[in-house]
């Protein structure tokens, strides 16, 4: 995004990276819609959030297929574990949006390398 873009939406790509962590809706739009997708550095914040989300739906949504068809898990071992995966995902995407916001840009380290690719295609 250049910066006569940037002055016409009044947003910054830092404040854009950091907004893409709030939910998979804005990281989506911003990969769809022009001027957003036109940043790198947008797309790969976007697709790495798009990662961790989906990667903490699948974990909760392994935990509690085990749970459900298994007597692995108690009900309170597979309560904690759960909330274990919610406070780490939510912990991660506050570092990540954080770290967007202040123009660090950080990268996980598989979700980050991967991200990174998608956005410089």
């Known amino acids: ?30 990969l769809a819609i022009a001027p957003y997708n036109r940043s ?17 739906f699948l974990a909760n949504f392994a935990l509690g297929t085990v749970a459900q068809y298994t007597s692995f898990l108690s009900p309170g071992l597979f309560l904690a574990l759960s909330s274990l995966i919610v406070v780490a995902y939510f912990l991660v995407v506050i570092v ?13 380290p598989v979700f980050g390398a991967w991200a990174e690719r998608q956005a410089n295609r």
Not at 40 to 51: C, F, K
Not at 96 to 108: H, M, P, S, T, V
């Open 96 to 108: 990540c949006a954080f770290g967007a916001l202040n123009g660090k840009g950080i990268k996980l």
């Open 1 to 30: 995004m250049s910066a006569s873009e940037t002055a016409r939406t009044g947003i910054s790509e830092n404040s854009l990276g950091a907004v893409s962590y709030l939910t998979i809706v804005p990281a989506i739009l911003f």
């Open 40 to 56: 790198a550095s947008v797309r790969m914040h976007s697709w790495q959030s798009i990662l961790i989300g989906a990667t903490a």
